[in-house]
């Protein structure tokens, strides 16, 4: 194995993701552009494009034009340039990634996810650049490369976790290995493989070089076809390799952002450092002035209601309330988060900044330069709530504690502490009386429901106000403290799960009660004020002792208001997300508009236009906050089997922060760094910026081929009659077209095939376009029909391949076998459970097909009514006896799963072999069990995802994650077809066969 490295042309580096060689020249990606340097040299220029996100550029094998993958107007496909440069050309359009991964000959390979039933796993194309013409191949995978002479195809079939989220070492069901096909023969062997991940593969003569995880960190091995040797050929302890590429004489990858190559005879690893253009700035590292109403995380109002605050991309700004006020920014601090605005009485505003690298309650004055920064310790705080007498601030923190901050002093004390374990986040809601005298709040009770209690400043004393035995949420003190008001819920049982399946579809009811203090602070009985509420929350109540609340009304949140001495309930306004009380006025949120409304009838309403609030970003001093920040909440919220030290983490990539040049590296880094979590469920979402907008493109809810230059209607995803899925926009009364039919026109334009048939429909989802038919290309009669593509048909192709699986059990059983598919744990799984449960009762044998299910909540649900079985029965003259309970599972039931079966698909498979239910079959389930409960936004919006859960059976031991659910019948798939007929026909036998 190697031990030295040399350094080619030396110059300081930048970070550099992709790389691809010839034997003259290299390409590879740096600051989200595309380069293309000289090997005599190391000289390299820009190619020109205007993607945003490149990916995986590959030279041609005649060396003219580079073929990528990227970005643009967020949508990735494939495109190839010219190495002069110049325009792309865009090969591929559909609504999904498509991603580019060889080249095959003059041919090119991509992975796309775009006609994958039931669920978006990847398949393999080929594509010719030129004419744009492109076929399904035989293989399915993520990824394959051919070999130069054609005998083989080395295909991974899973796709890298690394890819789509960030879990280093991964060792589930869904591990990525490679298959060899015999090109010739058909034959396919599995590459040598212990439990491990191997990837990206790339031939070189008869042997195959690939990344492999299997010493954990990833390095770069070779495989022998004649021999079956395997070989290591590096043994890097630091960072993973990725992105292998070939001349034929040498290995190209990419480590810690820097490119490597390795020269196969001489074993010599050189270092590539480019040499970019003197003084080269890359757009991406530039400052800007940012100008997006998305960016607003919250608008508040001063008690007086004269000035607003925004919390803006990590910026505080206020104005004087007007109706086009104008902002000032009052901290203006690139690189510092600075969050959660909240005014006191006498017109001070807090905020928390973490500008000391721990989040600290700022006190701005009405003076400039009036500031008080009070030390909060190492935590993450929310909730603040400044007393009237503006002598104090309530928050919480992340370890479930209850604080009160005396400003004067600085110092805090502890009011109370949440020791009740929850899936989410406990909010206190506290609320101050007007003497700042009383602080209410809401604390969990050890059977979950919640119960009200308030604290005494003077005293320090707590007094519990309601008893456990009702959920009683959302204190609110009159104006003049006298009376405390809330909601009270007794409709809870399973309603009140938080991620239980067994939640959805039950409404929970609230009341408004108050409670009347004496002169003395006690509290008199409740009193019901109102009453049949549906999702109650955000009670405030108003000096007129009028009540406005939020609640569901039509599936929508909507204003309300109440009389407090009468009950009587009025509607306000629909469509409020959120709204504040000032005096006489409401400032109501409707998405990212704002207005004033008067709280007295008839509730006038002046509407506050926010102007486009401008912020300078400054990249490079974001990143190294985000990274800081991302490393706060790791130490702060993660839990999992490996919790790594963080500290070792900071200096492990902090070097990187230097090389960063474009959001994308930040990306990169963030997800190699929260891979070293080892955990399921760690991710993040990145805000998009404003230029870049969905194309939208049409689809048709169809397959096509091409036939006499013409596209033909090859098949139609038919919805489902009953209307569980949404309807085919060919498959309507008006719209008269069927399988063998030419498309001969769009909008009045004829339409010759070439391109991919998305392109033809580019913007058009949802809107309408006119459709020309014909039944036959000789005598064109061309028929006219007007639709509207939709922008995803995912649900018309999964709907076609349950039916067909239903059809099939069926058949096969000759009637006596049901078949129920859980595409998640969530209200799809759940509307699909319900509705083709009741329709099978009366089946023998049950098949609960999980493969693919992609999770959600808990399944407590689908395994308590699949443990349902007969307990009694009424007779009845003339009929068949009446069982109690009337809906019942099948005597025999079995589960299928496979490699994609995870999160609450896992839960569901341990839980029902817990009960008993019935075999299991198929393949090892994922092993993606441990819940996220932490999502968390960084300074430009980011969301960082950190499971807060980890699941172990009830003695403790670690159960699923990373490891998945081995099936009681081992029942593999089908290669050639993973969501086939072959796993399920062969799953069916053993039912029948068990009875």
């Known amino acids: 194995m190697l031990a030295n490295v040399t350094i080619l042309y030396g110059r300081q580096p930048v970070m550099y993701r992709y790389m691809d060689v010839n034997r003259t020249h290299v390409v590879f990606t740096c600051g989200d552009q595309l380069w293309i340097m000289n090997r005599s040299d190391g000289v390299a220029r820009v190619v020109k494009t205007d993607q945003t996100v490149i990916e995986n550029p590959l030279f041609s094998p005649d060396g003219s034009s580079i073929a990528y993958s990227a970005v643009l107007n967020g949508n990735t496909d494939v495109y190839v340039v010219s190495i002069t440069g110049g325009v792309s050309r865009r090969l591929t359009w559909h609504p999904g990634r498509d991603r580019l991964r060889s080249w095959n000959g003059t041919r090119i390979i991509y992975s796309s996810a775009k006609a994958a039933a039931p669920a978006r796993y990847t398949e393999l194309y080929e594509i010719d650049p030129t004419s744009g013409r492109e076929r399904k191949l035989p293989c399915t995978g993520s990824y394959c490369q051919v070999a130069p002479d054609s005998t083989y195809t080395a295909i991974v079939g899973a796709e890298d976790i690394m890819e789509t989220g960030a879990f280093r070492v991964y060792r589930g069901g869904n591990l990525c290995r490679i298959q060899l096909k015999n090109n010739t023969t058909g034959d396919i062997q599995d590459l040598p493989n212990g439990g491990w991940n191997d990837l990206s593969p790339v031939w070189v003569n008869g042997t195959l070089y690939y990344i492999s995880d299997q010493d954990r960190i990833r390095n770069l091995y070779s495989y022998d076809l004649p021999t079956g040797r395997i070989s290591q050929l590096t043994a890097f302890d630091d960072y993973d390799i990725h992105s292998l590429s070939t001349d034929g004489r040498s290995i190209a990858f990419e480590k810690g952002g820097q490119l490597f190559l390795l020269d196969l005879r001489t074993r010599l690893l050189q270092s590539v450092l480019p040499q970019l253009p003197a003084g080269y700035i890359f757009p991406g590292q530039q400052a800007y002035t940012l100008s997006d109403k998305r960016q607003i995380r919250s608008v508040c109002i001063s008690p007086d209601g004269t000035r607003l605050a925004v919390d803006y991309r990590g910026d505080i700004l206020e104005a004087e309330l007007s109706k086009t006020p ?9 690189g510092v988060h600075e969050q959660q605005p909240a005014w006191s009485t006498d017109g001070r505003l807090a905020y928390l900044s973490d500008a000391s690298g721990e989040y600290n309650l700022i006190i701005q004055g009405k003076k400039a330069g009036d500031c008080q920064k009070i030390g909060l310790g190492e935590s993450y705080f ?12 309530a928050l919480c923190d992340h370890r479930r504690r209850l604080l009160i901050v005396d400003i004067p002093s600085g110092k805090s004390c502890v009011v109370a502490v949440d020791s009740v374990s929850v899936l989410n986040e406990n909010q206190f809601n506290c609320q101050w009386s007007a003497d700042s005298k009383l602080l209410a709040y809401q604390e969990r009770c050890p059977n979950q429901l919640i119960r009200l209690v308030v604290y005494n400043t003077a005293s320090s004393q707590t007094a519990i106000l309601t008893d456990g035995t009702v959920d009683t949420r959302f204190p609110v003190f009159s104006p003049d403290g006298k009376r405390l008001y809330f909601g009270v819920c007794r409709d809870n049982s399973l309603a009140l799960s938080e991620l239980d399946v067994s939640a959805f579809g039950r409404d929970r009811l609230w009341d408004i009660y108050q409670i009347t203090f004496s002169a003395d602070n006690k509290p008199v009985r409740p009193r019901k004020v109102t009453s049949n509420l549906l999702d109650l929350h955000n009670l405030a109540v108003t000096a007129e002792d009028r009540l406005f609340f939020i609640v569901n009304k039509d599936g929508r949140p909507c204003l309300m208001a109440c009389e407090a001495g009468t009950g009587v309930i009025s509607v306000i306004r629909s469509n409020v997300n959120d709204f504040q009380t000032v005096t006489g006025q409401l400032l109501c949120r409707q998405g990212n508009d704002f207005s004033l409304l008067e709280t007295m009838p008839p509730h006038r309403a002046q509407e506050i236009r926010i102007p486009s609030l401008s912020v300078m970003v400054d990249p ?37 922060l230097a090389m960063l040049t474009c959001r994308e590296d930040f990306k990169y880094l963030l997800r190699q760094m929260l891979g070293e979590l080892q955990s399921s469920h760690v991710f993040f979402s990145s805000s998009k910026e404003p230029a870049q907008v969905d194309e939208a493109i049409g689809l048709l809810g169809a397959d096509w081929e091409i036939d006499q230059g013409h596209y033909r209607l090859n098949r139609i995803y038919h919805g489902d009659v009953w209307g569980a899925t949404s309807s085919n926009p060919l498959d309507r009364d008006s719209v008269h077209v069927s399988e063998g039919d030419y498309l001969v026109s769009i909008d009045g334009k004829p339409v010759p095939a070439g391109a991919p048939f998305e392109a033809l429909l580019q913007g058009a989802a949802g809107k309408r376009v006119m459709l ?8 064109v009669e061309e028929r006219l029909y007007p639709v509207l593509p939709l922008d995803n048909d995912e649900d018309l192709r999964r709907w076609q391949w349950v039916s067909g699986n239903r059809f099939f059990v069926d058949s096969m059983s000759k009637g006596r076998a049901g078949y129920i598919y859980l595409s998640d744990t969530h209200r799809s799984g759940y509307q699909a459970f319900n509705r083709d449960f009741a329709s099978q009762a009366n089946k023998a044998f049950l098949i609960v097909d999980a493969r693919f299910n992609a999770g959600g909540y808990f399944p407590d649900y689908f395994v308590e009514m699949l443990a349902r079985r007969p307990l009694l029965q009424f007779l009845r003259n003339n009929a068949s006896p009446l069982q109690e309970p009337l809906m019942t599972a099948a005597p025999k039931i079995m589960l299928l799963i496979n490699q994609r079966t995870a999160s609450g698909g896992e839960l569901l498979a341990a839980e029902f072999r817990q009960r008993g239910l019935g075999l299991i079959a198929g393949t090892r389930t994922a092993g993606l069990s441990n819940p996220y409960t932490c999502d968390h936004q960084l300074l430009d919006g980011t969301t960082v995802v950190l499971p807060t859960l980890e699941l172990t059976d009830l003695k403790y031991h670690l159960i699923l994650e990373n490891q998945g659910l081995v099936p009681d019948i081992i029942v ?24």
């Open 326 to 334: 104008v902002f000032r920014n009052i901290t203006a601090s690139a």
């Open 382 to 393: 929310s909730e603040l709530q400044w007393s009237p007498d503006g002598q104090k601030i």
């Open 620 to 656: 490079t001093a974001e990143w190294r906050n985000e990274f800081n920040e991302t490393l706060r909440l790791i130490r702060d919220f993660f839990r999992g089997s490996r919790h790594p030290d963080v500290n070792a983490l900071k200096q492990r990539y902090e070097p990187w």
């Open 772 to 779: 020309g038919f014909s039944h036959q290309l000789s005598a």
């Open 972 to 995: 593999p798939g089908n290669t050639e077809e993973p969501a086939g007929r072959t796993q399920l026909l062969r799953s069916l036998a053993h039912l029948l066969s068990n009875q």
